[in-house]
């Protein structure tokens, strides 16, 4: 059974940092491009970060470029989001995405920036 799990979700002050973790199950982990997405209250799905599957290539999306940082450790079959300078705007639910041969989602964790 193929699972995707976040955590690390939270309320954070403005400036603040948090580390998302996406746990992954039932499927070969390394053979994916692991990927980040967030949905805003109202918004569109966004993508946010992407990796490739030996984690030799990362991309982001430019509101998040220089603050946010994809890493990924296939012996654990993890994926992190490491977000730094985080501001209200950065407020989503957070979702981690497998991309290969099929797409897996994972159910999404709570980022909440705020004062």
């Known amino acids: 059974q193929v699972q995707l799990v976040e955590s690390g979700g939270g309320l954070v002050q403005p400036g603040g940092s948090l580390r998302l973790s996406c746990a992954a199950s039932g499927f070969t982990f390394s053979s994916y491009a692991m990927t980040w997405y967030r949905q805003a209250p109202g918004k569109e799905r966004e993508l946010v970060a992407y990796?490739?599957?030996?984690?030799?290539?990362?991309k982001y999306a430019d509101s998040v470029k220089g603050r946010f940082t994809i890493s990924r450790d296939n012996a654990k079959n993890t994926v992190y989001l490491q977000m730094n300078s985080l501001k209200p705007e950065d407020t989503a639910v957070y979702y981690c995405?497998?991309?290969?041969?099929?797409?897996?989602w994972g159910q999404g964790t709570q980022v909440t920036v705020s004062s």
């Open positions: 990796i490739t599957n030996a984690g030799g290539s990362t």
């Open positions: 995405s497998a991309r290969g041969y099929y797409t897996y």
